[in-house]
């Protein structure tokens, strides 16, 4: 037995001690170490659910029908010529290979090309198609566009290839299906090239005969006019007149020329002077024959003036004057004739020209006057006849292009049956399974926790409530908190014993964790309370069912076992549980002595375990008691401290009941119970704001039915004690 515990002496007025409620506490940090707490504290369940999601997936892939999947690989060469002959022989592929693989990929899903092999395959056949739903199709469904699900078409990056897969439950279909697929593409791209190569050639065929007949038509009119023209080509013949024009003005210009220059010297010729006849055209032999008479001159002067007029010499060198004379008259009459000759020749010359090129003149204007419609009847014609002969080349190579059909779009590879099925893919399931099973358990682990309004560590009602936490109860096995009264022989004699008849001695039992747990409250809550005595504590609890009359049971014989006279009093006049606790008798009691004005020393009840403990029970419950309890329990209180250290009192839940009010207010000081993981935080802090309202002096906060699992700070306060005394059960009634 521990040594009694001294309490101040001092009898000082109780202040009431409020420490607030913050209904919105300022957000710590949670540490990860909180998180595996959760975790670990889930652990089972969370187990328990993966094991369910991942056999439930084997269960399902095992029992859903295996799917197989099939590939061709399609090769594109962007290089290929479309055609052998002509323009498509020679073009160039233009850069768009993203555009035109899309293109085909489209192509390939298109009604055209499928329908061919789905007919083939009986494909969208009840019987035949494990997709589709077993109903008979109407003929507006056979005519609508078809669409195989099962079919998926894809190209690996930066490739010129295309992968056709197609899914069946049937691998041989599947592969079967996939390579139709294919050949229908291949051929279908054929047809529609075909297709409009022999389009064109229908379309130059049908307007070649118009073409035919207008070139004819040009030809003939262009023929017409140059038998107008009486000409072959008009403008060879535009060409030699204009060079024939350009010589004769040449000449022309010429000839007026010397005329001109002959007309001049005519007319010096007309005047008679020697020097005219000279400088004409003629004057070269005047000029020998003017030279030949100056030397005879000049020979008869020497001879005359050496010999007489009779001397041969000097008759002779007459005579040769006088020829030279004449010679010379001679010579100028015939210059001047010939120079009138020549200016007559000159001047007709002249006139001739002028004439021939007047009429060359005339007959170039003529032929330059029709030589544009010339022209334009010329080009026509040869227009229509080059578009008739590119109209003609072009159906001859429409015609070999249309045949040909090229190897552009070819299959690299053919499907064949996959031996393994692609779906259900079972390793990929259960892992699936798995890691999502695990987030989901998870999340919801860390969500319970987070949206968890209850209270379960003294941390989290320090900040929430800002009040201290007294103490924490263990949650016990229920044959270890329960108290059953063995009646002896003797009247009014009791044995505190357990449920199964084991004696209660603690050298036969030792000490448990929940009576340890009680004891450590006693301390706490009286020696936390230097500065003034407590003689009255008042046990309560924001709801019922939150062990509030264990507590207060528990705590009163703790405090008597320290050998200090103790009164427990249950003021729980609606729902009495002291009795049951202890087997006392319920019909006489507190409620006896309200109502009939009787002393209530008359109604202790004493164990004979427990000496230094008295116990006034509720009594029947009665609401008349309950409404006079209120006002008798200080006059109760006044008498009962002269004989008692300690008094506890088991009141009513705080909340929707007006007598716990008054009985606050009474006391020295007032513990709220609340039963951990369960009771709503709003509803002790609605109960702490009532008790400030009514200045009650709040001690602390009781937790009640504290298990390892509610909070990782609880981990090591059980570990202490070794796994007999981890119990875990619900929490009593009151």
Same mark, same amino acid.
């Given at each position: 037995?521990?040594?009694?515990?001294?309490?101040?002496?001092?009898?000082?007025?109780?202040?009431?001690?409020?420490?607030?409620?913050?209904?919105?506490?300022?957000?710590?940090?949670?540490?990860?170490?909180?998180?595996?707490?959760?975790?670990?504290?889930?652990?089972?369940?969370?187990?328990?659910?993966?094991?369910?999601?991942?056999?439930?997936?084997?269960?399902?892939?095992?029992?859903?029908?295996?799917?197989?999947?099939?590939?061709?690989?399609?090769?594109?060469?962007?290089?290929?010529?479309?055609?052998?002959?002509?323009?498509?022989?020679?073009?160039?592929?233009?850069?768009?290979?993203?555009?035109?693989?899309?293109?085909?990929?489209?192509?390939?899903?298109?009604?055209?090309?499928?329908?061919?092999?789905?007919?083939?395959?009986?494909?969208?056949?009840?019987?035949?198609?494990?997709?589709?739903?077993?109903?008979?199709?109407?003929?507006?469904?056979?005519?609508?566009?078809?669409?195989?699900?099962?079919?998926?078409?894809?190209?690996?990056?930066?490739?010129?290839?295309?992968?056709?897969?197609?899914?069946?439950?049937?691998?041989?279909?599947?592969?079967?299906?996939?390579?139709?697929?294919?050949?229908?593409?291949?051929?279908?791209?054929?047809?529609?090239?075909?297709?409009?190569?022999?389009?064109?050639?229908?379309?130059?065929?049908?307007?070649?005969?118009?073409?035919?007949?207008?070139?004819?038509?040009?030809?003939?009119?262009?023929?017409?006019?140059?038998?107008?023209?009486?000409?072959?080509?008009?403008?060879?013949?535009?060409?030699?007149?204009?060079?024939?024009?350009?010589?004769?003005?040449?000449?022309?210009?010429?000839?007026?020329?010397?005329?001109?220059?002959?007309?001049?010297?005519?007319?010096?010729?007309?005047?008679?002077?020697?020097?005219?006849?000279? #400088?004409?055209?003629?004057? +070269?032999?005047?000029?020998?024959?003017?030279?030949?008479?100056?030397?005879?001159?000049?020979?008869?002067?020497?001879?005359?003036?050496?010999?007489?007029?009779?001397?041969?010499?000097?008759?002779?060198?007459?005579?040769?004057?006088?020829?030279?004379?004449?010679?010379?008259?001679?010579?100028?009459?015939?210059?001047?004739?010939?120079?009138?000759?020549?200016?007559?020749?000159?001047?007709?010359?002249?006139?001739?020209?002028?004439?021939?090129?007047?009429?060359?003149?005339?007959?170039?204007?003529?032929?330059?006057?029709?030589?544009?419609?010339?022209?334009?009847?010329?080009?026509?014609?040869?227009?229509?006849?080059?578009?008739?002969?590119?109209?003609?080349?072009?159906?001859?190579?429409?015609?070999?292009?249309?045949?040909?059909?090229?190897?552009?779009?070819?299959?690299?590879?053919?499907?064949?049956?996959?031996?393994?099925? #692609?779906?259900?893919?079972?390793?990929?399931?259960?892992?699936?399974?798995?890691?999502?099973?695990?987030?989901?358990?998870?999340?919801?682990?860390?969500?319970?926790?987070?949206?968890?309004?209850?209270?379960?560590?003294?941390?989290?009602?320090?900040?929430?409530?800002?009040?201290?936490?007294?103490?924490?109860?263990?949650?016990?096995?229920?044959?270890?908190?329960?108290?059953?009264?063995?009646?002896?022989?003797?009247?009014?004699?009791?044995?505190?014993?357990?449920?199964?008849?084991?004696?209660?001695?603690?050298?036969?039992?030792?000490?448990?964790?929940?009576?340890?747990?009680?004891?450590?409250?006693?301390?706490?809550?009286?020696?936390?309370?230097?500065?003034?005595?407590?003689?009255?504590?008042?046990?309560?609890?924001?709801?019922?069912? +939150?062990?509030?009359?264990?507590?207060?049971?528990?705590?009163?014989?703790?405090?008597?076992?320290?050998?200090?006279?103790?009164?427990?009093?249950?003021?729980?006049?609606?729902?009495?549980?002291?009795?049951?606790?202890?087997?006392?008798?319920?019909?006489?009691?507190?409620?006896?002595?309200?109502?009939?004005?009787?002393?209530?020393?008359?109604?202790?009840?004493?164990?004979?375990?427990?000496?230094?403990?008295?116990?006034?029970?509720?009594?029947?419950?009665?609401?008349?008691?309950?409404?006079?309890?209120?006002?008798?329990?200080?006059?109760?209180?006044?008498?009962?401290?002269?004989?008692?250290?300690?008094?506890?009192?088991?009141?009513?839940?705080?909340?929707?009941?007006?007598?716990?009010?008054?009985?606050?207010?009474?006391?020295?000081?007032?513990? #709220?119970?609340?039963?951990?993981?369960?009771?709503?935080?709003?509803?002790?802090?609605?109960?702490?704001?009532?008790?400030?309202?009514?200045?009650?002096?709040? #001690?602390?906060?009781?937790?009640?039915?504290?298990?390892?699992?509610?909070?990782?700070?609880?981990?090591?306060?059980?570990?202490?004690?070794?796994?007999?005394?981890?119990?875990?059960?619900?929490?009593?009634?009151?």
């Amino acid at each position: 037995m521990s040594e009694p515990m001294s309490l101040p002496a001092a009898n000082q007025p109780v202040q009431p001690t409020w420490y607030g409620y913050d209904a919105e506490p300022e957000r710590a940090a949670v540490p990860l170490a909180h998180y595996l707490w959760i975790l670990r504290r889930h652990r089972w369940k969370i187990l328990v659910f993966i094991f369910g999601c991942v056999a439930a997936t084997i269960v399902v892939s095992a029992r859903l029908t295996p799917i197989y999947e099939s590939t061709v690989t399609v090769d594109i060469d962007r290089q290929m010529p479309s055609g052998v002959v002509g323009q498509d022989a020679t073009r160039m592929p233009a850069n768009d290979s993203d555009q035109f693989l899309a293109t085909q990929i489209k192509l390939i899903q298109s009604d055209s090309v499928l329908r061919p092999v789905v007919r083939q395959y009986h494909l969208l056949d009840p019987a035949q198609d494990a997709f589709h739903k077993a109903t008979a199709r109407s003929q507006a469904e056979e005519d609508a566009p078809v669409k195989l699900r099962q079919l998926k078409v894809s190209r690996p990056p930066n490739t010129y290839l295309l992968l056709i897969n197609y899914r069946s439950p049937d691998p041989r279909l599947a592969a079967d299906v996939a390579n139709g697929i294919a050949n229908s593409y291949v051929e279908h791209t054929y047809n529609i090239r075909f297709r409009s190569s022999a389009s064109v050639a229908s379309f130059m065929e049908k307007q070649i005969e118009e073409l035919k007949a207008k070139m004819e038509r040009s030809s003939a009119a262009l023929a017409q006019f140059e038998r107008e023209l009486n000409v072959i080509n008009p403008e060879e013949k535009t060409s030699i007149l204009s060079s024939r024009l350009l010589q004769l003005n040449t000449e022309y210009t010429n000839a007026q020329t010397d005329r001109v220059r002959k007309e001049s010297a005519w007319k010096s010729v007309q005047s008679g002077t020697l020097e005219a006849a000279q #400088v004409s055209t003629q004057g +070269e032999d005047l000029k020998t024959l003017s030279q030949k008479l100056d030397d005879a001159q000049q020979k008869f002067a020497d001879v005359k003036t050496h010999y007489g007029p009779n001397h041969p010499e000097y008759h002779k060198a007459a005579v040769q004057v006088e020829e030279i004379e004449r010679q010379l008259r001679d010579s100028r009459e015939n210059a001047a004739l010939r120079v009138e000759v020549e200016y007559r020749e000159a001047l007709n010359r002249e006139a001739l020209l002028r004439k021939a090129v007047a009429e060359t003149k005339a007959e170039s204007d003529r032929i330059n006057a029709r030589s544009f419609e010339y022209q334009a009847l010329k080009r026509e014609a040869d227009a229509d006849k080059t578009l008739y002969e590119e109209l003609v080349r072009r159906i001859k190579e429409a015609g070999i292009n249309a045949g040909f059909q090229n190897s552009s779009i070819r299959i690299a590879d053919p499907a064949r049956a996959a031996n393994n099925p #692609v779906f259900p893919n079972l390793k990929l399931n259960v892992i699936l399974a798995f890691l999502f099973s695990t987030l989901l358990a998870a999340g919801v682990a860390v969500a319970s926790d987070v949206l968890d309004k209850s209270i379960r560590d003294p941390e989290q009602i320090a900040s929430l409530f800002k009040i201290e936490v007294m103490g924490s109860l263990p949650q016990v096995k229920s044959w270890r908190r329960r108290l059953a009264v063995a009646r002896t022989n003797e009247p009014g004699i009791t044995a505190l014993t357990r449920s199964d008849g084991s004696e209660p001695d603690d050298r036969k039992r030792g000490v448990t964790g929940f009576e340890e747990a009680v004891r450590t409250l006693r301390n706490s809550i009286l020696l936390g309370t230097f500065d003034r005595r407590l003689r009255s504590l008042m046990i309560t609890s924001a709801a019922p069912a +939150e062990g509030k009359t264990t507590t207060a049971v528990h705590l009163a014989i703790a405090h008597s076992q320290q050998k200090h006279k103790t009164l427990l009093i249950d003021c729980d006049m609606r729902r009495p549980g002291v009795h049951s606790k202890l087997g006392i008798n319920p019909e006489s009691g507190l409620a006896a002595a309200l109502q009939n004005g009787l002393q209530w020393h008359e109604k202790l009840v004493k164990l004979a375990e427990l000496p230094d403990l008295d116990i006034l029970p509720a009594g029947l419950s009665s609401r008349r008691a309950a409404d006079l309890i209120g006002a008798c329990l200080p006059r109760i209180l006044e008498e009962a401290f002269a004989s008692y250290d300690l008094i506890v009192i088991d009141a009513p839940p705080m909340l929707g009941f007006p007598e716990p009010l008054q009985m606050a207010a009474a006391v020295d000081g007032v513990v #709220v119970v609340a039963l951990a993981g369960q009771t709503n935080r709003n509803a002790v802090g609605s109960a702490l704001t009532t008790l400030q309202r009514v200045r009650a002096s709040v #001690v602390g906060l009781v937790l009640n039915a504290v298990t390892r699992d509610l909070s990782d700070s609880y981990h090591y306060y059980y570990g202490y004690y070794g796994k007999n005394y981890r119990y875990y059960t619900g929490a009593d009634n009151n």
